[in-house]
């Protein structure tokens, strides 16, 4: 069953890669890579302050402070330096929260496809309790009732989007243990470990791989949102969110403040979705051509 | 089929008292609200009078069991900050989230159904790689962002829009699209992928063959037979992604809402509040939930059909 | 189709002030109303349009200058007893006249509270006053334990202002006996003696005075006015340029050329009788040794955040005292001070080895918080203190593991009893929650400093208090934050000195609209 949170059902066109796509891949690497070496291209450091050229406007308006190009926030940090350490740890976040899902779901749906019975009823039933519950709403609860740390951050980001692994593993490993080559295995003697390790696990690196990056730009979505509730990366780190949810109200004023990180995170998820998208399309080929 | 409806009762009513439960035991390990929100300059003496006064002297395990009889028998006590019934407190907000909800709803459907069906029809032409570029858009556009992004150039640059709270049809505006902006994303894909399969289906060759206009096959017989998924799927999805918008959408346009509510109950640890709070959202996830089952078990024979 | 939005839209946004109503745009409600049980910056904005004490000040006037309210007459008849004369024919919203029964009830309510939030509000404000009583139907009397230096101030409190017997009884339950219930009950429908009538509330979200017509002073000027709630401060300053709000609260200073750039609008402000402080754990095991609180204070440059985040609109104090203190403000004490190169060498001295300080917070409780936290974080690491901010909204001041936060010391009434009094009392606030330390020393001093009817030895002995501050810091007073009120040019209306922090003060005098 296709559901409205399966992000993207694209226009199949059978593994090429149209200019849409190419523009959109090239902005998800140049920001990977902004992010990655952030510590040595930004000009100043990310909590830097300097209470004298507080809320200065970016390039090109008045009041300029030199060398701040997207201008200063409201204890004269620089915008930029703070914008791409925010992605930095906005990444960092979404890649530890998409691998602790990762890990997560693909045990248990491991668990479940291999083993039937009431384990994998079990298990089949935390996933529909968790398709069922509004996970950005638990969010919320957890972090506002435990308070904030990164641990407890992570970990949420983490548990968010578990239940899609697990079905996707789930019914990959099922599909798989009834091809012949498999049934083999057992006949000869293996065990099942051995043959979640030389058999299945080969065959679900591609649909985890997209699943995975479809989970990247959702999770920074969720940080991000968390982050601006205050519930999420806290100050004076920076994270996209948080910086656009602390600068908010300054944003009559000094709109730069807030358009900046926004803008990132906008480029962020949406490049990553087309990404993933069509990531989708070519593993659906390879699958296809197989 | 009856089985299959008290499997899905069954589901129902675990899935709650799990919630219930789970509920307690988050607000229990997260301090008390003495401590928390009123703990600014009180003596030991205070304290201890404040501490039987909201009736959190019980050991965990009475408090517990408390609670449940309450919740059984309809009783979720008083508000810890302002002392009304929490049913009461509950339900001011439950209607405002609720129109909100609506509107965000109807929008959506207004929206989302033409732009998938142009998508599906012109699927080879720019105009369907617009409607994808939208349904990618608002995907990647966090509701947040879209919501301050609006207020800035509507309200404070232009001033053509109200910002602050429920009171008139202008006030609806922003919030509405704001909550609707994932839901229009996600609607738009279902129902051009809804259409594609259906209009690759014999039935709609034979209606072309018949010598049909395209509007008339579009209309007549594409739409409604992806219809019935596309409604079933609203049901199954709608509640979740707008719980998630509600909340920030609610608090950047001062919304009388349930979701505002719910997040100052847990800051203030609010308990009673959020206890009750949680669990009429709960209801309404699992209620929608339910019927989502029992709508799909309806259209499927093998289930309809089936004998345990 | 969009053009129809528009018009609707433009329809429907509130014209500008009409006649004699207008909207408050605030960044917070109350959850509940009663005068006696709140004593929160969000509440103290509310109860002086609704409620009157039996002592009123002259507000626009910084010195005490007492003028009768609901009592007409007053004098001490003994050093322990005040007699005081009610006046006539006022009457509450509900109808109800006002009797001495209603007087007593709400005095004693607090003086020999029962009901828990009363107990903790009468325990450090009115502990010295033991009962009131009735003469006649015209005459009260209210005992003290002690004799009182500071009658007036303490009978003028927001926690002893007048409401309904009958009334409040009736509200749930027996209608002759004051419950529990009751005064919960009254918190959601307070009734008062005062100009404007609670018409509407709703906790947390939206309340609507309408005029009391038979109010016994002059008439409100303002028809009815509503007050919303709104949190955001981007929000409220656009509601305010979107006609929304006639009045918006709580304007950060960076906001202010916002507002005053636009001709129709305007700011009205003041720096407020109130502190925000730092406070630190005298008992934490990491700063035992009070060199060490004493660097964390002499590294703070307040003047610096005072000019970067208030524009130099703040009151950088030299010890804890306001000019509203009348007699009893002595600025030339000299308690706190910005010396870093003094910071350096306590630290030195006390062996401080780079362990981390925590500094919480919290959100948006005080204006400009986070950020003069953020900054403090940086003057400490110049002078090599390891700092690290713990933002959240749960209260830590209780906490054996907290090391410092910001927090806020209010003027709840116009004395040093009424702001360091109150809060760092031996055996106080500050003493239970286990992170100051009090000994026969201090609250011998403190008690001449409470209770001496001379002047001159209260004055010493507060310098005396706040040496051993100086010497054993638990508290920094950063700044008097300046509170700034936005409205449109057309209202004519600020904050005014005899008021402690907040108040919205819309009786006859203290506010007009242009054109009306």
Known sequence: MTTLADPVIAPRRKGSTDFIQKIAIGIAILLFALAVFAPWIVPFGPLDQSLLSRLRPPLGFERFAAGHYAGTDELGRDVLSRSLYGMRLTLTLAFAGALIGLLIGGTLGLVAGLRRGWVEDGIMALVDMQIAIPFTLVALLILSLLGSNLT??????????????????????????????????????????????????????????????????????????????????????????SMVGLGRDYMPTAPWIVLVPAALIVALTFSVQIMGDWLRDRADVRLRDR | MIPYLIRVAVKSVVTLFAIATITFIATRLSGNPIDTFLGDGLTEEGRAELIRYFQLDGSLWQQYLAFMRGAVSGEFGLSFVDRRPVTEVVSDRLWASGQLLLASVAFTLLVAIPLGILGAIYRKSWIGSAVMMVAFAGYAVPSFILAIVMVLVFSYWLNWLPVVGNGSFAHFIMPTIAMSGVLIAALTRFTRNAMLDVLGQDFIRTARAKGLGEARVVLRHGLGNAGVTVISVIGLQVAGLAAAGSVVVESIFSWPGIGQLLVNAALVRDYPVLQFGVITVAVAVVAINALTDVSYALADPRIRLARS | MFRLMLTTALAVLPLAATAQEITVGAANMAPYLDPGRDHSNVGSQFYYNSFDTLIDRDHTKLEP????????????????????????????????????????????????????????????????????????????????????????????????????????????????????????????????????????????????????????????????????????????????????????????????????????????????????????????????????????????????????????????????????????????????????????????????????????????????????????????????????????????????????????????????????????????????????????????????????????????????????????????????????????????????????????????????????
């Open chain 3, 65 to 516: 200058e007492w003028v009768p309210a609901l009592a007409t007459s007053w004098e001490l008849i003994s050093p322990t007893v005040m007699e005081l004369k009610l006046r006539d024919g006022v009457k509450f919203h509900n109808g109800d006249p006002m009797t001495a029964d209603d007087v007593i009830f709400s005095l004693n309510r607090m003086m020999q509270a029962t009901f828990p939030p009363y107990v903790v509000r009468a325990k450090d404000r009115l502990a010295n006053f033991p009962e009131a009583e009735k003469v006649d139907e015209n005459t009260i009397r209210i005992h003290a334990n002690r004799e009182e230096p500071l009658w007036e101030t303490l009978i003028s409190l927001q926690q002893v202002m007048i409401i309904p017997e009958a009334y409040t009884k009736a509200l749930t339950g027996d209608p002759d006996v004051a419950e529990d219930s009751d005064f919960e009950a009254f918190a959601l429908a307070p009734v008062g003696t005062g100009p404007y009538k609670i018409e509407s509330f709703q906790p947390g979200e939206k309340l609507v005075w309408t005029r009391f017509d038979d109010f016994w002073g002059e008439k409100a000027p303002l028809e009815r006015v509503n007050v919303v709630q709104i949190s955001e401060t981007a929000s409220r300053v656009t509601a305010l340029k979107t006609g929304e709000a006639d009045i918006i609260t709580n304007i950060a200073p960076d906001q202010l050329s916002l507002i005053d750039n636009d001709p129709a609008l305007k700011t009205a402000g003041s720096a407020t009788a109130l502190f925000h402080v730092m406070i630190m754990n005298q008992n934490h095991p990491k700063l035992k040794d009070p060199r060490i609180r004493q660097a964390m204070s002499l590294a703070i440059d307040r003047d610096a955040l005072n000019e970067a985040l208030w524009l130099g609109k703040a009151i950088v104090p030299s010890t804890h005292t306001m000019a509203e203190m009348g007699e009893l403000h002595q600025p030339d004490l000299v308690t706190f001070e910005y010396d870093p190169e003094r910071a350096k060498e306590l630290l030195a001295e006390a062996g401080y080895d780079g362990f981390e300080i925590t500094y919480d917070t919290a959100p948006s409780y005080y204006t400009n918080g986070v950020l003069a936290a953020q900054a403090i974080m940086e003057m400490w690491a110049a002078v090599g203190i390891n700092g690290k901010i713990v933002v959240g909204d749960k209260w830590t001041g209780n906490s054996p593991d907290l090391m410092a936060r910001n927090w806020s010391n209010p003027m709840y009434f116009a004395d040093p009893f009424g702001s360091f009094g109150v809060m760092w009392a031996p055996d106080g606030p500050s003493q239970s929650e286990g992170r100051f330390n009090t000994d026969e020393a201090y609250a011998e001093t403190w008690d001449r400093f409470r209770y001496s009817t001379d002047v001159a030895v209260r004055k010493a002995a507060y310098a005396e208090l706040m040496e051993r501050v100086k010497e054993d810091p638990a508290v920094l007073p950063l700044y008097r934050p300046f509170e700034s009120w936005g409205m449109k040019t057309a209202i004519n209306w600020a904050p005014m000195p005899g008021h402690i922090p907040y108040v919205l003060d819309f009786r006859a005098g203290s506010i007009t609209l242009a054109g009306s």
């Open chain 1, 152 to 241: 407890v951050l992570v970990l949420v980001l983490g548990i968010a989007g578990w239940e899609q692994y697990a079905r996707i593993v789930r019914a990959e490993v099922r599909r798989l243990s009834a091809l012949p080559f498999i049934e083999a295995a057992w006949t000869a003697g293996a065990g099942p470990v051995y043959i979640a390790c030389r058999h299945v696990l080969p065959n679900l690196v591609s649909p985890l791989v997209v699943q995975f990056t479809l989970a990247l730009s959702n999770i920074v979505i969720l940080e991000s949102t968390l982050s601006f509730l205050g519930l999420g990366v806290q100050p004076p780190q920076p994270s996209l969110g």
